[in-house]
């Protein structure tokens, strides 16, 4: 998750969306928008 400026959190999963929205509140973490992407790892 990552704001204008490159700045953010990743590779952290969660259980739902409003998990994830509370999380980037908490930290206080400029954002405009939340972008799932999903990826599978060897």
Known sequence: FVDEDGRGID???????ETIEEAI????????E???VGKVMP
């Open 25 to 32: 509140e908490a930290i206080d973490l400029p954002h405009d």
């Open 34 to 36: 939340i972008i799932e």
């Open 11 to 17: 590779d952290w999963e969660a259980p739902d969306i």
